[in-house]
């Protein structure tokens, strides 16, 4: 297992040099998003408008923290189920996304359209919380707020374990 | 005529918020011990990498009283009411949801709950201000005057890998056996595995599913247990494990730590089985008041 330090955002030509079951210690900029996020932002770029984000080059972590504690920089953080997002998916990468984090396996269309577009999803450990919340510099609520643990936020992670699942 | 026991109101109330303050930030112990396990007989260097991950976690997070995963789910409470006890004012449901509702702003834990399951049918989502859990709540009454509270957190991503098949009689165990173990595989790493599996057989459609529950939550001496359904858990257990899907589905030599049946009688003409998954993050506690 070999263990990558690596920034955000990356590019396709980075991420060709990585292999299956590396490990990377992700630093950088990551969204978070769940099932409703994502089917906003579906909807928005179907209908042509525009996004709360800059999509291209980005990293989405599927991702619903919890409050955060007086005192803390963050809640619980840890990654979903990613096969709930794969519906949706595939329009995302051809928008630009990147970088996805989460957890389990994804279909056969979405690991096509990550190889086709250069991307990389990485899983994570679901189930260990505090230490993944060691690893956050910052997090905020980034937009829709009113959608509780769905919303988007915005947290800046320094050395966030992720090992390579399909690229 | 024994008289009633009266259980103070207070009393269930805060048994419960300290239950939570306790399972939101650990596994259950048995559940480490099995975790060690695995890492002591595991060989890939990713899985082993990723068992050290969840028990340096379960060390941080019981040390900072910080929630071992961000999602605690929904409550899921067997109460076992002895039949010669009374709670006082009630009913055990409002006091429930309240302490529930009161450990989840104390302990800030996540608000997973929404109240309208086909969410384009509301324009309410979720007010982090004011939203609320929801508490299930299975009652059985036992003789005697004590009160047991069987209390699990339990995540949503497990949850969604629990499967329930309505077999023939004749169904051969074989083909029951292979049920599970297919349920379990084929869940890869979306239940965050090493996981927990429960399975209910026999009862009915409604029963199977609260048994398979139980059989995660409610621990049961092994002398307890017909030996015939003791021999099918240790088979299932090394069937599961022999697939390799391993830890998170990447992989290793565990991908489940253990497995629980509760078996029921059930009509001639059915044969029910439920499978319900918890993952390693096992949120579990019993009490008795
Ligand atoms: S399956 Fe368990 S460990 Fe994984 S995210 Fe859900 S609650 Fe957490």
């Known amino acids: 297992m070999r263990i990558i330090k690596i920034e955000l955002p990356l590019k396709s030509e980075e991420i060709k040099m990585f292999t299956i079951r590396d490990k990377l210690l ?9 099932d409703q996020a994502h089917l906003r932002l579906n909807q928005l770029i179907k209908e042509g408008k525009p996004l709360p984000f800059n999509l291209a080059d980005s990293a989405l972590f599927y991702c619903g ?6 005192g803390k920089v963050c809640g619980a953080i840890g990654p979903t189920t990613s096969a709930r997002m794969d519906k949706y998916t595939p329009l995302l990468l051809e928008n630009g996304l990147k970088v996805m984090i989460g957890k389990g396996e994804r279909s056969k269309e979405v690991t096509n359209a ?3 577009h250069r991307a990389i999803y990485l899983i994570c450990v679901g189930g260990i919380s505090a230490l993944l919340s060691q690893t956050v510099v910052s997090c905020e609520t980034f937009c829709w707020k009113e959608l509780g643990a769905e919303a988007i936020y915005r947290m800046e992670v320094k050395d966030f374990p992720g090992y390579v699942a399909i690229i | 005529m024994p008289s009633l026991r009266i259980i103070p109101e207070k009393q269930v109330y805060e048994t419960i918020i300290d239950a939570i303050g ?4 650990q596994s259950t112990p048995e559940t480490i011990t099995l975790i060690n396990n695995a890492l002591a007989i595991e060989e890939d260097d990713v899985a082993k990498d990723m068992l050290n ?13 910080l ?19 009374k709670i006082e004012n009630g009913p055990l449901y409002a006091i429930v949801s309240k302490a529930v509702n009161d450990a989840w702003r104390k302990y800030y834990l996540r608000d997973s709950i929404t109240f309208e399951p086909i969410r384009c049918f509301s324009n309410h989502i979720q007010n982090p201000e004011n939203s609320q859990q929801s508490v299930i709540l299975h009652l059985s009454e036992l003789p005697g005057n004590k009160l047991e509270l069987h209390i699990s957190l339990k995540g949503g991503g497990a949850e969604n890998c629990s499967l329930l098949k309505m ?8 083909e029951i056996e292979d049920f599970i173990v297919d349920t379990v595989v084929s869940s890869g790493g979306k239940p965050c595995p090493p996981v927990l599996v429960g399975v209910g057989i026999g009862g009915n459609f409604e029963r199977c599913a609260i048994l398979a529950k139980r059989a995660l939550m409610v621990p049961i001496s092994p002398s307890e247990k017909k030996p015939e359904y003791k021999k099918m858990e240790e088979r299932l257990l090394t069937q599961i494990n022999q697939k390799g899907k391993g830890i998170q589905g990447f992989g290793g030599k565990t991908t489940a730590l253990k497995v629980s049946i509760l078996s029921e009688p059930c009509h001639i003409a059915s044969l029910p089985v439920a499978i319900n998954i918890d993952c390693h993050a096992h949120r579990c506690i019993s009490i008795t008041i």
């Open chain 1, 26 to 34: 992700i630093s950088g900029v990551l969204y978070t998003a769940r």
């Open chain 1, 65 to 70: 923290p919890a409050p955060t504690p007086p």
């Open chain 1, 114 to 116: 990550i190889r086709k």
């Open chain 2, 22 to 25: 306790k399972i939101y930030c």
């Open chain 2, 53 to 65: 991950a969840m028990l340096k976690n379960e060390e941080l997070a019981a040390k900072e009283k």
């Open chain 2, 67 to 85: 929630p071992i995963c961000q999602d605690t789910g929904i409550v899921v409470v067997f109460a076992d009411i002895g039949n010669q006890i």
């Open chain 2, 167 to 174: 077999f023939n009689p004749t169904t051969s165990l074989r």
